[in-house]
């Protein structure tokens, strides 16, 4: 995972709680999950804060920039 390249996001969640999120975007996939029931687009990937892997609702996004290497 060293190579690939970090994100920023300002991401609201489905409880409607905001925060800036590092992630690792491992894929973009066009479906429903426990959390997403309504099918949309999803950005899944590694958050870097929380340590777990994540799925990001594309309507969720309000930013998404691009970290240097190293996530800092």
Known sequence: MADRRTVLIDYTNW???RSMRTVIPERIEFANSEWHPDTQWL???????????RE?????????????HGGE
């Open 15 to 17: 409880r409607g709680e």
């Open 43 to 53: 950005l899944l990937g590694w958050d870097c804060d929380k340590r777990a892997d």
């Open 56 to 68: 990001f609702a594309f309507s969720g996004i309000h930013s998404i920039r691009p970290l240097p």
